[in-house]
Antibody
């Protein structure tokens, strides 16, 4: 059974750095084809894809956030960490991590398991 | 970036109706297209992946079709549990963008 759970601060001040941890079970990030991604959702708005990391340590980022976002994995602890610098009130929202499953080769993917989400508010 | 545009943005329908939601990609993405359902306060849930594959556990009234730039999600006979927001997402190229969502409401 695959589960994921996000953890981190609920409130950050503008200009601060946000660090979110995704702790998961039921799979290993050392298994070929596996990935974990981050997606966020401002209140009342659409989903926004942020970043993904794969079993081979390949990483992809949203170009609009690439200068501010870093994704890393700790395979031994079954964790993926998202770091976002220079936080702004527009970054307020729910941050989700999700398991990325590959079908028909490693490129065709979807998020099949999601965490419950972590609400982050950016305010002074 | 590949832009994903959904239509309509919102839709009112009745239980038992057949409903179709459309997603258009700004360039060809083959069949690298997923559909998610999201209910208030909950994480999204995949219903269709690779354009037409039904996710395990999802009722067969859900179906997906399309290839290239134009895709559809169809619910053959709406049930009360289906009223939610639906998002498409492309997995063809990074960034793996989502559409803006379609809110399916009860008429």
């Amino acid at each position: 059974q695959i589960t994921l759970k996000e953890s981190g601060p609920t409130l950050v001040k503008p200009t601060q750095t946000l660090t979110l941890t995704c702790s998961f079970s039921g799979f290993s990030l050392s298994t070929s084809g596996v990935g974990v991604g981050w997606i966020r959702q401002p209140p009342g708005k659409a989903l926004e894809w942020l970043a993904v990391i794969y079993w081979d340590d390949d990483k992809r980022y949203s170009p609009s956030l690439k200068s501010r976002v870093t994704i890393t994995k700790d395979t031994s602890r079954n964790q993926v960490v998202l770091t976002m610098t220079n936080m702004d009130p527009v970054d307020t929202g729910t941050y989700y991590c999700a398991h990325s499953r590959a079908t028909s080769g490693y490129r065709k993917r979807h998020f099949d398991y999601w965490g419950q989400g972590a609400l982050v508010t950016v305010s002074s | 970036d590949i832009q994903m545009t959904q239509s309509p943005s919102s839709l009112s329908a009745s239980v038992g109706d057949r409903v179709t939601i459309t997603c258009r990609a700004s360039q060809s993405i083959s069949d690298y297209l997923n559909w998610y359902q999201q209910k208030p306060g909950k994480a999204p849930k995949v219903v269709i992946y690779a354009a037409s594959s039904l996710q395990s556990g999802v009722p067969s009234r859900f179906s997906g079709s399309g290839s290239g730039t134009d895709f559809t999600l169809t619910i053959s006979s709406l049930q009360p549990d289906d009223f939610a927001i639906y998002y498409c997402q492309q997995s063809f190229d990074s960034p793996y963008t989502f559409g803006q969502g379609t809110k399916l409401e009860i008429k």
